[in-house]
């Protein structure tokens, strides 16, 4: 394991040679413009609704692709060909960005969800940082500045709670502000940015992680204290760890490597906690306090969350050089490689059972699509590189 320029070429031929191709090849819907996502084991097409995360998620990811890899004209192509569609059919012409399209890209489902707002934002970021158009630096920015708005209540009229009774805040949104600002840093001004990176920061680091537990949580009374309820005791791992890498860039952005120590610090804690130790593998959620939880999807094994382990495992190690991440980086690769690569079709499997038996044979469906394999292999690939050139 300690060859890591081996490793590194194992990870980059996966994503350029398997995961690459097939969405290039499968997922562009020529006719109506856009991406499908629902897509089966062989990369067919199983249903041809549009959901905004993941046509947000395509478009950065060819982007940045394009931006750090190499300055392919069919990558940019291709992050166009679902920007232009997101730009025409993805919001209500004020940028309140839906959920989810039809075929054609009439709405479907009205824009509650706020990561939809994020994922558009990363999207023409990243974009605008290809082409150079102001067109879609203007939209990213914007965007960006109705999710500062929503912070407080991100669900708006949406929302199914009733005010006052239950207040409570989300560890979702502090977190993926910590990668998006680092995301649209081009566009921000410099004191304003600074200010946003402090306040997730603190928010994650401080907030959400409570030293009395020593463990992340996802919801909080809002004025900061525990909740002993069914959200309030919800844990989960894959979240808080890959918060934690998000936390390490930030921290080597703003050179602070107490912060770096102490989220790889977090994020040994968080996998320990959330490892499955009959089946192996990591759970998806856990209640604090041992009780049943509300998911009844608790035990399955999920592919976002080991990736995003990958990736943070990797980076605490380069940045810190903390054996006990390598080592969980050693635990983790050999799980996901064994049970989310599909041996026999291109593309990884996303939804285990506790046991590592699949579940779901998709490639990409509502909430699966051309995100996390893809750029937790390039994200690895960078890592083992860094680190085989250093040693």
Same mark, same amino acid.
């Given at each position: 394991?300690?060859?890591?320029?081996?490793?590194?070429?194992?990870?980059?031929?996966?994503?350029?040679?398997?995961?690459?191709?097939?969405?290039?090849?499968?997922?562009?819907?020529?006719?109506?413009?856009?991406?499908?996502?629902?897509?089966?084991?062989?990369?067919?097409?199983?249903?041809?609704?549009?959901?905004?995360?993941?046509?947000?998620?395509?478009?950065?990811?060819?982007?940045?692709?394009?931006?750090?890899?190499?300055?392919?004209?069919?990558?940019?192509?291709?992050?166009?060909?679902?920007?232009?569609?997101?730009?025409?059919?993805?919001?209500?012409?004020?940028?309140?960005?839906?959920?989810?399209?039809?075929?054609?890209?009439?709405?479907?489902?009205?824009?509650?969800? *706020?990561?939809?707002?994020?994922?558009?934002?990363?999207?023409?970021?990243?974009?605008?940082?290809?082409?150079?158009?102001?067109?879609?630096?203007?939209?990213?920015?914007?965007?960006?500045?109705? *999710?500062?708005?929503?912070?407080?209540?991100?669900?708006? !009229?949406?929302?199914?709670?009733?005010?006052?009774?239950?207040?409570?805040?989300?560890?979702?949104?502090?977190?993926?502000?910590?990668?998006?600002?680092?995301?649209?840093?081009?566009?921000?001004?410099?004191?304003?940015?600074?200010?946003?990176?402090?306040?997730?920061? !603190?928010?994650?680091?401080?907030?959400?992680?409570?030293?009395?537990?020593? +463990?992340?949580?996802?919801?909080?009374?809002?004025?900061?204290?525990?909740?002993?309820?069914?959200?309030?005791?919800?844990?989960?791992?894959?979240?808080?760890?890959?918060?934690?890498?998000?936390?390490?860039?930030?921290?080597?952005?703003?050179?602070?490597?107490?912060?770096?120590?102490?989220?790889?610090?977090?994020?040994?804690?968080?996998?320990?906690?959330?490892?499955?130790?009959?089946?192996?593998?990591?759970?998806?959620?856990?209640?604090?306090?041992?009780?049943?939880?509300?998911?009844?999807?608790?035990?399955?094994?999920?592919?976002?969350?080991?990736?995003?382990?990958? *990736?943070?495992?990797?980076?605490?190690?380069? +940045?810190?050089?903390?054996?006990?991440?390598?080592?969980?980086?050693?635990?983790?690769?050999?799980?996901?490689?064994?049970?989310?690569?599909?041996?026999?079709?291109?593309?990884?499997?996303?939804?285990?059972?506790? !046991?590592?038996?699949?579940?779901?044979?998709?490639?990409?469906?509502?909430?699966?699509?051309?995100?996390?394999?893809?750029?937790?292999?390039?994200?690895?690939?960078?890592?083992?590189?860094?680190?085989?050139?250093?040693?």
């Amino acid at each position: 394991m300690n060859d890591f320029k081996n490793i590194a070429e194992q990870y980059k031929i996966e994503l350029l040679e398997n995961i690459v191709p097939f969405w290039l090849n499968n997922s562009q819907d020529k006719k109506f413009g856009g991406y499908f996502s629902c897509l089966d084991r062989e990369g067919k097409v199983f249903d041809t609704d549009k959901f905004i995360w993941l046509q947000g998620r395509e478009v950065w990811f060819f982007s940045m692709l394009y931006n750090k890899l190499e300055k392919k004209q069919e990558w940019l192509d291709v992050a166009v060909h679902g920007a232009e569609f997101l730009k025409k059919y993805g919001h209500d012409g004020n940028l309140n960005w839906y959920f989810s399209l039809n075929r054609e890209g009439k709405p479907l489902v009205e824009p509650y969800n *706020i990561f939809s707002y994020t994922f558009a934002c990363m999207a023409f970021g990243q974009l605008s940082k290809a082409t150079g158009n102001q067109e879609y630096a203007d939209i990213a920015l914007k965007t960006f500045n109705i *999710i500062l708005s929503k912070t407080n209540n991100p669900k708006g !009229q949406w929302s199914k709670v009733f005010p006052g009774t239950r207040n409570l805040k989300n560890f979702a949104l502090p977190m993926i502000l910590c990668n998006l600002a680092l995301e649209i840093e081009h566009l921000l001004d410099a004191d304003f940015l600074k200010e946003t990176m402090e306040t997730c920061i !603190q928010e994650v680091m401080e907030v959400f992680y409570r030293p009395d537990l020593d +463990l992340v949580v996802e919801n909080l009374n809002t004025d900061g204290t525990l909740s002993d309820t069914f959200d309030g005791r919800l844990l989960n791992p894959g979240h808080a760890i890959e918060a934690m890498w998000f936390i390490m860039d930030l921290g080597v952005r703003l050179n602070r490597p107490k912060l770096i120590t102490k989220a790889s610090d977090i994020a040994i804690r968080m996998v320990e906690y959330g490892w499955d130790k009959q089946h192996d593998g990591i759970f998806y959620f856990i209640d604090r306090l041992g009780y049943p939880t509300q998911q009844l999807e608790w035990d399955q094994k999920l592919w976002w969350v080991h990736i995003e382990t990958l *990736i943070t495992m990797l980076k605490a190690y380069q +940045l810190t050089g903390s054996e006990k991440s390598l080592e969980w980086f050693r635990k983790v690769h050999d799980y996901t490689w064994m049970h989310f690569k599909d041996e026999k079709h291109p593309e990884w499997f996303g939804y285990l059972n506790r !046991q590592g038996e699949v579940l779901l044979p998709l490639k990409g469906g509502k909430w699966k699509g051309c995100f996390h394999v893809p750029r937790g292999l390039y994200q690895c690939w960078q890592s083992l590189e860094a680190i085989s050139n250093k040693e």
